[in-house]
């Protein structure tokens, strides 16, 4: 969970749609709550998230900073 919100790691040269089977969900569900992935034939590299709901419009931390630290993306 991250920021209130369920996310699962892919396996190495996992699909999303073996993900949407592994998690209950469906493969349009998870190309809408994750705007990097393209189709449901993607391969995912290991450790890969993959959120399984959609992701919260504020953050729900107590942290009111965040320094971005080397190699992080707006993913991350």
Known sequence: VLNDV???????????EA?????????ANLLAYNEEF????QVL?????????????FYRGRAKYHTVKNGETMFD
Not at 19 to 27: E, L
Not at 38 to 41: A, C, I, P, S
Not at 45 to 57: E, H, L
């Open 6 to 16: 369920r996310y699962v790691n892919a396996q190495a040269n996992e699909s999303l």
């Open 19 to 27: 993900i949407a089977r592994r998690t209950g969900t469906t493969v």
């Open 38 to 41: 393209t189709d449901n034939e």
């Open 45 to 57: 590299s290991s450790g890969t998230r993959v959120y399984i709901q959609p992701k919260r419009d």
